[in-house]
């Protein structure tokens, strides 16, 4: 599990998130909810230890540098190297690992084709370096899985199968997700946290059996808010 205790974010005197205690449990689909900018993106980053805050977020009581190689994100802009390609940056990002090429072959075909993966990664469009990313987190299977509106961007076809390939993986891995396209969240995930005034608030815990829906408890809780 991740613990979050006594966290609390800001920045000098600006108070993003107040001091806050919580949990996100194992093997479970946390989902975050929040308009954009109270701060989610923020708690992400907090989580990779790439931003300072008061408190601790422990995991598994260890701290973010013993387990930073069983985490992986994938932010909303994909960031990659550009001038590589898409092959390339698969190969680098994935240097650590063992892999067979024809292993890796077939994960490549389950998103884009041999031509596109051998292009550079700034001929790329949004959504098909959303695909790269996809097929990179299909490699490392961490054990810690970080989706920042990973929905953005996807088709149908590929938003139906992502959909089932969260429900798979979560079965052993803990998958934290932020998004605004609620209706590609119904029916994957089990919690529901809002970031509302500087609280975090734990909405809903077997949000898989709840007769609400994201965009109801979004429109309670923030209607009017930008």
């Known amino acids: 599990m991740i613990k979050f205790i006594d966290f609390l974010k800001s920045y000098k005197n600006n108070i993003i998130i107040k001091e806050s205690n919580f949990i996100i449990p194992n093997s479970k689909v946390s989902f975050f909810m929040g308009p954009n900018g109270v701060g989610k993106t ?12 008061k408190g601790e977020i422990l995991y598994d ?18 960031p990659f190297i550009e001038n590589l390609s898409g092959w390339e940056n698969l190969i680098i990002l994935s240097e650590k690992l063992v892999i067979n090429k024809e292993e890796l072959k077939s994960q490549i075909r389950e998103y884009m084709d041999d031509n596109l ?12 370096r959303k695909k790269l990313a996809l097929i990179l987190l ?30 798979k993986m979560a079965k052993n891995h803990t998958i934290i997700l ?16 809002i970031i509302k005034d500087g609280e975090i608030l734990l909405i809903e815990d077997n949000y898989k059996e709840s007769t ?3 965009e109801d408890i979004y429109e309670n809780n923030f209607k009017g808010q930008t």
């Open 212 to 214: 609400r829906k994201l």
């Open 138 to 167: 299909n490699i490392l299977k961490p054990e810690i899985i970080i989706m920042d509106e990973i929905s953005n961007g996807l088709d149908y076809d590929l938003m139906q199968s992502l959909r089932k390939d969260i429900l």
């Open 117 to 128: 993966i051998k292009r550079q990664v700034k001929t790329y469009s949004y959504g098909q």
């Open 42 to 53: 923020t708690l992400i980053k907090c989580l990779l230890g790439l931003e300072k805050y």
């Open 61 to 78: 009581s260890y701290d973010i540098e013993k387990v930073r190689n069983k985490i992986t994100v994938l932010w909303d802009d994909c």
């Open 178 to 193: 932020t998004g605004h396209q609620f209706g590609f969240y119904e029916g994957i995930i089990d919690l529901v946290y």
